[in-house]
């Protein structure tokens, strides 16, 4: 099982849903819903298999913003964790939710 070349729907319990679009060393995701709906980028990740079917992916945005994720491909789950300033300093987000594979014409591919 391999995370290049993957696209994903993540939706969280707050009703945020995107779609990753994973490669060896990047990810272009999109925003579906919530606040940031609409918003798009494509950003270099650093990708390590921690065991058969669970990814750990992380990366920095230009704005600052840094997102961790585990992927678990088993379970069909993802865990984010991002940090992003804010009016009261920098700011941390822990999010759980589910994934599941989307055909890459589906994804915008």
């Not at 993957?6 to 679009?21: E, N, Q, V």
């Not at 990814?55 to 991002?82: C, H, I, M, P, R």
Request: a negative charge; glycine letters at 12%; one cysteine or more.
């Amino acid at each position: 099982m391999t995370l290049a070349d993957k696209s994903f729907l993540l939706t969280y319990p707050t009703g945020l849903r995107l779609i990753g679009r994973y490669t060896c060393d990047s990810v272009a995701w999109e925003a579906l819903t919530g606040p940031a709906a609409g918003t798009t980028g494509v950003e270099r990740t650093y990708t390590h298999e921690v065991a058969p079917g669970i990814y750990f992916v992380s990366w920095a945005e230009e704005s600052g913003t840094t997102v961790s994720q585990v992927l678990d491909l088993n379970a069909k789950s993802v865990t984010g964790f991002l940090t992003f300033g804010g009016e009261k300093g920098r700011q941390t987000l822990f999010m759980q939710g589910s994934l599941s594979e989307v055909p890459p014409a589906a994804a915008g591919a």
